[in-house]
């Protein structure tokens, strides 16, 4: 975001108030901000607080003398990385969609050479009429971006779907629409989180994986433009924005569900821990310590990465091996013996349950450390590298 401008719309709605919020995350990120306010925005915030958040002067009017030549619609776009409109009320997209340009914000939509996203805030009866839904219709037919909405709890206290996304969320879809598109087109199937086997009805066998590599790498995919559905175990992270999530618990499970959707994927990412072993057969009532000390006889799972790699027609697979010592050599072996031509390598210590990572990448051309950091900063590292050997 170090860097970015950005033009914020903010037309009327209650919703007004968290883009306060997304003005102060985007300007701590390092963006320089633009808000544009309409008439019906600033009926709910006025544009004191906007120009006190980011810094710089609010524009609500299509003459403002401020800029030199009078031309504030070109002039905000120009150089800038994208238009955001957060919150869109339902009038400001029907103008939009209709190429209406009666006041500086749809002006400077029109005007402008840059992406435009559009974030919806209204009533549920609004947001499902067939007024508006015709006019998302033409807004998405003329390339812009719909960024939810949200459904829940509504401020006229209505329930569904029609709330603007939280500010986070917008964050978000910035950075994703400012990521080079690596992998667009590609499908992907990804593991993440442990898995628990049922010893009994109230306890499991399971690790310390936490689904924070995972779950970052399934972001990284999607923001790289890969269609991501991501197999996790039971984890308590939030699934990325625009990941497809199958939730699992055992490692049967998990195999199949990443059977049930490798058929049309072109890469296939292991990143979960899965449990090598299951008790054979897990008791129906729970175990009575008064019984004495349990025997419990385990079995192999099978094991998801080896067959997806045996195939026919195998996707490109990506292991994780995660050891606590002699990584090059264990890694080596991982890779050689499920015959999959990339495996990351991290050390145990270093990877489970944190939120950094410091990761090496075993392939045919050798190893290829990357720098340590956020498990967000490894993961693109990662899917950097597996463009490269996909292109
Ligand atoms: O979840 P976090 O807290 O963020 O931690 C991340 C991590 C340490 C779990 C992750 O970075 C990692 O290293 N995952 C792989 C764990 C591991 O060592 O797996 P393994 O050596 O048992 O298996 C090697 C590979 O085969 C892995 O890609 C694994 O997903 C896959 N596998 C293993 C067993 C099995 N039955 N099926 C599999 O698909």
């Not at 309409?38 to 810094?55: I, K, M, N, Y």
Request: net charge negative; aromatic share 4%; charged share 20%.
């Amino acid at each position: 975001m170090q860097g970015r401008r950005i033009v914020l719309g903010v037309s009327g709605g209650v919703a007004a108030y968290k883009s306060a919020e997304l003005v102060r995350l985007l300007v701590k990120a390092g963006a320089q901000v633009d808000v544009v306010l309409t008439a019906g925005g600033a009926r709910f915030v006025t544009a004191v607080t906007f120009q006190a958040l980011s810094g710089r002067p609010v524009w609500t009017d299509l003459w403002d003398a401020r800029a030199n030549n009078n031309m504030a619609h070109i002039d905000l776009t120009r150089g800038a990385d994208a238009v955001l409109i957060a919150p869109a009320s339902a009038d400001l997209m029907a103008r939009l969609a209709n190429g209406q340009c009666d006041d500086l914000l749809t002006t400077l939509c029109l005007a402008r050479d840059c992406p435009l996203l559009v974030a919806p805030a209204m009533n549920r009866q609004m947001w499902q009429h067939p007024a508006t839904q015709r006019n998302i219709g033409l807004l998405i037919t003329d390339g812009a971006e719909i960024l939810g909405p949200a459904s829940g709890e509504q401020a006229c206290g209505e329930v569904g779907e029609g709330r603007m996304l939280e500010p986070e969320d917008l964050f978000e879809a910035l950075l994703d629409c400012f990521a080079p598109k690596l992998l667009v087109g590609k499908r992907v199937v990804l593991t993440a989180g442990p898995t628990q086997e049922a010893v009994d009805p109230v306890r499991v066998l399971t690790n310390l994986s936490s689904g924070k590599m995972g779950y970052a790498l399934a972001k990284a995919l999607h923001r790289a433009g890969a269609e991501v559905t991501m197999v996790s175990g039971p984890v308590s992270l939030a699934v990325p924005r625009g990941v497809n999530c199958v939730q699992i618990k055992s490692a049967r499970e998990m195999y199949e569900a990443v059977m049930q959707h490798i058929g049309h994927a072109q890469i296939f990412v292991a990143v979960a821990a899965v449990a090598d072993f299951r008790p054979e057969q897990a008791a129906e009532h729970k175990i009575k310590k008064a019984d004495g000390t349990p025997e419990i006889q385990l079995v192999p799972n099978p094991d998801i990465l080896s067959d997806v790699a045996s195939l026919p027609n195998a996707p490109f697979c990506v292991g994780f091996a995660a050891e606590s010592r002699d990584l090059e050599s264990y890694a080596q072996k991982k890779r050689a013996s499920k015959r999959i031509p990339l495996i990351v390598g991290n050390l145990v210590q270093n990877a489970l349950g944190a939120d950094d990572n410091q990761v090496i990448l075993f392939d045919d051309a050798g190893a290829h450390a990357l720098e340590h950091g956020s498990k967000e900063l490894v993961a693109q590292g990662i899917v950097e590298h597996l463009a490269k050997l996909l292109a």
